[in-house]
């Protein structure tokens, strides 16, 4: 089976602009959760989409939101981007997003703010 | 919330000893402690986990122990390797929320 793909691998961006990661998990896995890592303050989550609704939501400011398709593909989107937003962007997959559920990482999309 | 501490941040050994890694929960409800490892440039790739109604767990050279009343939980590798250098992480979660919380991590480097 195929891994949790991100795309893309690297961005870079100025202040102001906005920006889209997009994430597809592991065949037959519905939910999927975000997370931001920093050296500063580790891996946090962001949020988690199971069946194109969001069920669970971290401390982030509302410019940080997501979606998740019918095909149980994700996004999440960035807007008026800041210095701080640089970050590693991990998508993670699991079947259902039950207690105690494997959440499978991809590598992440590494984000440059200028 | 829940909060996860883990220590040490840096840890190097010599190749063929024992390394333990070592964090703490603060949320009692917290029921679920995968342990990750991520190598440069890639994602967290999980390695092991235990649940709260299981007291230690092991795999070939890797094994979990959790103390529910002391609310911590360790990671053992014994016979380290050059390969098993990298971070890892611990994390936990509470029943009912996919959210896993992240230990800071922990730098392993095996000194051949």
């Known amino acids: 089976k195929a891994g949790v793909t991100q795309t893309p691998r690297y961005l870079i961006k100025t202040r102001g602009q906005q920006v889209t990661l997009s994430c597809s998990p592991i065949?037959?896995?519905?939910?999927v959760s975000w997370y931001q890592q920093t050296p500063g303050q580790g891996l946090q989550f962001l949020f988690e989409y199971f069946s194109e609704t969001q069920r669970n939501k971290g401390n982030f400011p509302g410019r940080f939101s997501g979606r998740q398709f019918s095909n149980s593909r994700s996004e999440m989107n960035v807007s008026t981007l800041e210095l701080g937003d640089s970050a590693l962007y991990l998508c993670?997959?699991?079947?259902?997003?039950?207690?105690?559920?494997?959440?499978?990482f991809g590598p992440g999309t590494r984000l440059l703010v200028l | 919330g829940e909060n996860v501490e883990q220590h040490p941040s840096t840890l190097s050994v010599q190749e063929g000893d024992s390394a333990v890694i070592k964090c703490t929960y603060s949320?009692?409800?917290?029921?679920?402690f995968p342990w990750y490892k991520q190598e440069l440039g890639k994602g967290p790739q999980l390695i092991i986990d235990i649940r709260s109604n299981v007291g230690e767990k092991k795999d070939q050279r890797i094994a979990v122990t959790l103390n529910k009343t002391a609310k911590h939980f360790s990671l053992h590798i014994t016979e380290t390797q050059p390969e098993d250098s990298a971070v890892y992480f611990c994390?936990?979660?509470?029943?009912?929320?996919?959210?896993?919380?992240f230990g800071q991590g922990t730098r392993l480097t095996i000194n051949p």
């Open positions: 949320d009692s409800a917290s029921n679920y």
């Open positions: 993670a997959s699991s079947l259902a997003g039950g207690p105690g559920e494997t959440q499978y």
């Open positions: 994390a936990a979660t509470i029943q009912g929320a996919q959210k896993l919380v």
């Open positions: 065949s037959g896995h519905r939910s």
